[in-house]
T-cell receptor
């Protein structure tokens, strides 16, 4: 069974640009969550989707948005990139909506210059 | 407000001995706890989890203990192997959500 797939693995963008990251969950998993990892803030929750609905949102500015498609694949978008958005962005998929393991992808390393 | 804390940034253990990683939390509403292992620039790898209705869960070399009254959980790795060297994160969730609150991580180094 394939794991969580995130694309692309690496990205370099310029300040002010926007970026879209993609995540394909494990087959059969309908819950997808996104996290940001930075050296200063650690692993921080961005959003959670289940059956195309956002169920939870972390404490990030409105420049960060996401969506989930009917096949459970998810995308997150960051507009008007800032240097501080440089981070490892991680996607996790889960089978249920609570009290269950979350399996992570390899992440997308975003560098904003 | 750090709701999940790992107070030891690093731990060094000899191969074959026990590794004990600790995690404290402040929110008594957390009802599910997980441990992950992580290498730099990779996603976390799930190790083991425990529900708040239990106080112990085992999976091979990994055992997680939960002390609800002390709001404390620990991960025991026995025996430790050099391949266990990585950063270990504990995480917690509450209620009908998969939102995870992560600790700051502990770097485990297992010396051959």
């Amino acid at each position: 069974k394939a794991g969580v797939t995130q694309t692309p693995r690496y990205l370099i963008k310029t300040r002010g640009q926007q970026v879209t990251l993609s995540c394909s969950p494990i087959s059969g998993h309908r819950s997808v969550s996104w996290y940001q990892q930075t050296p200063g803030q650690g692993l921080q929750f961005l959003f959670e989707y289940f059956s195309e609905t956002q169920r939870n949102k972390g404490n990030f500015p409105g420049r960060f948005s996401g969506r989930q498609f009917s096949n459970s694949r998810s995308e997150m978008n960051v507009s008007t990139l800032e240097l501080g958005d440089s981070a490892l962005y991680l996607c996790a998929s889960s089978y249920r909506t609570q009290n269950t393991e979350a399996f992570f992808g390899q992440g997308t390393r975003l560098t904003v210059v | 407000d750090q709701q999940v804390k790992q107070n030891s940034p690093s731990l060094s253990v000899q191969e074959g001995r026990i590794s004990i990683l600790n995690c404290d939390y402040t929110n008594s509403m957390f009802d599910y706890f997980l441990w992950y292992k992580k290498y730099p620039a990779e996603g976390p790898t799930f190790l083991i989890s425990i529900s708040s209705i239990k106080d112990k869960n085992e999976d091979g070399r990994f055992t997680v203990f939960l002390n609800k009254s002390a709001k404390h959980l620990s991960l025991h790795i026995v025996p430790s192997q050099p391949g266990d060297s990585a950063v270990y994160f504990c995480a917690a969730s509450r209620g009908a959500t998969n939102k995870l609150i992560f600790g700051t991580g502990t770097l485990l180094a297992v010396q051959p």
